[in-house]
């Protein structure tokens, strides 16, 4: 198994730009999350998926983040507009019923 | 809402210590715990998962306890080496399926 695939490794983009993270969970996962972590806030939940549907979207920031899961092995996670205060790693995690498998992340870093 | 404490942030000990992780969490209704590391610009990588009837899970040089009643879980690294110099990290699930992360405890292990 690959593990948790997450694209791209790095992004550079310029504030107001869009900005689309993608996710490949491991497969027979029915759950999915959206992570970003940054030095001052550590982890913060954004969103997550059970069977594909948005439970729990509390953690989005603001409108300008949105997360789609079309089936069950893909998910994206977009911010349009993007701002400097978006900088950070976004990691993406799926689990079965148990614990938790994390990809290598995605480092935003908005200029 | 859980909220999950590791103690202490920072630690520093001489290569062959034994040592010890605290987690601490206020909520007793969890599914399960799991315990991570993180090394400086990389993913999260599981080390053990300890489901919520279980008091304690093994692998090699590192041993996790949880006791629920007390909110409290501890990972202990026998005979530390340099290279598990990395952030600790422990997460939380609910039974409501949401995960809870700490902050962290970023540890050295000096030569």
């Known amino acids: 198994d690959a593990g948790v695939i997450q694209s791209p490794r790095h992004e550079v983009t310029e504030m107001g730009q869009e900005v689309t993270l993608r996710c490949k969970p491991i497969s027979g996962h029915n759950s999915l999350f959206w992570y970003r972590q940054t030095m001052m806030r550590g982890l913060e939940l954004l969103i997550y998926?059970?069977?594909?549907?948005?439970?729990?979207d509390s953690g989005m920031p603001e409108d300008r983040f949105s997360a789609k899961m079309p089936n069950a092995s893909f998910s994206t996670l977009k911010i349009q507009p993007s701002e400097p205060r978006d900088s950070a790693v976004y990691f993406c995690a799926s689990s079965p019923q148990g614990g938790y498998t994390f990809g290598s992340g995605t480092r935003l870093t908005v200029v | 809402k859980q909220e999950v404490t590791q103690i202490p942030a920072a630690l520093s000990v001489p290569e062959g210590e034994n040592l010890v992780l605290n987690c601490s969490f206020t909520d007793s209704a969890i599914y399960n715990l799991q315990w991570f590391r993180q090394d400086p610009g990389k993913g999260l990588t599981s080390l053990l998962l300890i489901q919520s009837s279980q008091r304690e899970q093994t692998s090699g040089r590192l041993n996790a306890s949880l006791d629920k009643s007390s909110g409290r879980s501890t990972l202990y690294i026998a005979a530390s080496q340099p290279g598990d110099s990395a952030t600790y990290l422990c997460?939380?699930?609910?039974?409501?399926?949401?995960?809870?992360f700490g902050t962290g405890t970023s540890l050295t292990v000096i030569p």
């Open positions: 997460a939380v699930r609910s039974t409501g399926n949401q995960f809870y």
């Open positions: 998926f059970n069977n594909n549907v948005p439970i729990d």
